[in-house]
């Protein structure tokens, strides 16, 4: 069956280092998004992308990194300049001319 | 830019008991609006969206919602609420001024369902 794989579901990182969340989509979704979700805030989008080889800031990309080598992958590496990581990170996709969003299960992020 | 604001951070109904969820966005021209669901721990999940088509939208699970110009709301119902409804359900809008096809959520709305 199609779909988005995040991995892993869960995730602790020390402080300072920085860590890569996985996002993969057998859809053959052209376009894919990460989200942050904090309590009480509902989604954040972080960064996007529309095309391989190409990616957009979204409204809090401070501290974190993507690329898309490949159109069905789609990181996020969360630096040691994000101040506050601890999140549920969410990844989603859509089709050409479609607004509506495939979500993968998501990334539950600690710092400890 | 856009927005979208959902009234009401919790709302409590008793099982049977018609559900309503608000929503409101701002922009000046009518965008594509959407509603998911979310469960604990999971990602979200379709439950319909509005694309200019016709103005009140049926989805999954008896759900719909009307989608009111004059009003800017995309309000989410379903006539009688069952336990398993009980979730955080979230409105969002796409951009159709920019065309950036990044969704805008709201802060959700968590339903609770009373037996």
């Known amino acids: 069956d199609g779909g988005i794989t995040q991995s892993p579901k869960y995730l602790f990182r020390k402080e300072g280092q920085n860590v890569t969340l996985s996002c993969e989509q057998n859809l053959n979704h052209d376009a894919m998004y990460w989200y942050r979700q904090d309590p009480g805030q509902g989604l954040r989008l972080i960064y996007y992308s529309q095309i391989v080889n190409d990616f957009q800031k979204g409204d809090i990309a401070e501290g974190y990194s993507v690329s898309r080598e490949k159109k069905e992958s789609f990181p996020l590496t969360v630096t040691s300049a994000q101040k506050n990581p601890t999140a549920f990170y969410l990844c989603a996709s859509s089709g050409t001319g479609s607004y509506g969003y495939t979500f993968g299960s998501g990334t539950r992020l600690t710092v400890v | 830019a856009q927005s979208v604001t959902q009234l009401g951070s919790h709302v409590s109904v008793s099982e049977g008991a018609l559900v309503l969820l608000r929503c409101n966005y701002s922009?000046?021209?009518?965008?594509?609006l959407f509603w998911y669901v979310q469960y604990p721990n999971q990602g979200l999940q379709l439950l319909l969206k509005y694309t200019s088509a016709a103005t009140l939208v049926k989805g999954i699970n008896g759900f719909e919602a009307e989608f009111k110009k004059s009003e800017t709301s995309f309000h989410l119902t379903k006539p009688s609420a069952h336990m398993s409804d009980a979730a955080e359900y979230f409105c969002a809008v796409s951009d159709r001024v920019t065309g950036r096809r990044a969704l805008t959520f709201g802060s959700g709305t968590r339903l609770q369902v009373q037996p």
């Open positions: 922009s000046s021209v009518p965008p594509y």
